[in-house]
């Protein structure tokens, strides 16, 4: 399975690549949500999910959200938020807008992976995690 | 215009003890009270907090315990030398999820900036600091109200 990391922070991006790396994904990067829409668009294989910062340069993850959810070709793409924002408004306007699911950091490996086996998202069985 | 109460001192340090423990896998130590914070060549990270509250939370650190910070944070090999772009990345996402929780603990209409992160070009007062041991050394905080 194929994910995509949305977030203006190069090791933000390390840190949640590795996590998902172990967990046997393939990791696609992009800086901001419109370079997340342009790697989307070169791909021929969609990634399965997308873990998109909220604040971010030029497209924030919100709009990015949105803007996937118009696309029905992309409608297979799980979509969580990652991002500092921890309050109950903005958790409601991800959900809202199309996020799966919502994950605040700072967080652990152990959080994400609970999330990615609450949305079935998990590639090998997480007893099998080192 | 600030109408809101400036975030509690205890609350900042909270958010950085929750942020050590978390992303930098260390135990938080505050600065002994009978040491000297000294601070060499360094780097400076800001966020901006806007909203019912406005001001900064700013990170001064020396350019050696930034890039173990960094290294930390990504759990780099001893011996992987990280370049300045990475070392600045890394400690301004820190502060961009203290700021984060400083923010909803705030609460009321808030927004986060984005963190930049430059050259410290002098050391912040002790006196107007938080200040946090990172293995012996100084890691200052300071949060400061927009001027009136």
């Known amino acids: 399975m194929r994910a995509l990391i949305v977030d203006d922070s190069r090791a933000m991006r390390r840190i949640v690549g590795r996590i998902l790396s172990d967990a046997g994904y393939e990791v696609l990067e992009a800086g901001d949500g419109q370079e997340a829409i342009d790697v989307l668009e070169a791909q021929a294989e969609l990634p399965a999910l997308a873990c998109v910062d909220w604040n971010m340069p030029v497209m924030d993850g919100l709009t990015f959200i949105t803007e996937v959810r118009k696309r029905p070709e992309w409608r297979s793409i799980t979509l969580m938020m990652v991002t500092t924002e921890s309050e109950q408004d903005r958790i409601v306007r991800a959900l809202a807008a199309g996020a799966h699911e919502y994950l605040i950091k700072p967080f652990t490996g152990e959080a994400l992976m609970e999330k990615l086996d609450l949305l079935g998202l998990l590639p090998v069985p997480a007893g099998d995690l080192s | ?148």
């Open chain 2, 1 to 148: 215009m600030t109408t809101g109460t400036a975030p509690d001192p205890a609350l900042v340090h909270a958010a950085f003890e929750q942020v050590w423990g978390s992303m930098l896998f260390t135990a938080f130590e505050p600065w002994p009270a009978d040491a000297v914070p000294e601070l060499g060549p360094g780097v400076q990270a800001q966020i901006e907090l806007r909203g019912d509250w406005n001001g900064r939370i700013i990170l001064t650190c020396d350019t050696e315990v930034a890039t173990q910070i960094a290294g930390a944070m990504l759990g780099a090999p001893a011996e992987e030398v990280l370049p300045d772009d990475d070392v600045h990345d890394a400690v301004g996402e820190v502060l961009n999820v203290v700021g984060g929780s400083v923010k909803g603990a705030l609460g009321g209409v808030m927004s986060l900036g984005l963190p930049g992160v430059t050259e410290a070009t002098s050391p912040p007062s002790p006196d107007s600091s938080i200040i946090i041991s990172w293995y012996g050394a100084p890691v200052f905080v300071e949060v400061v109200p927009d001027a009136a």
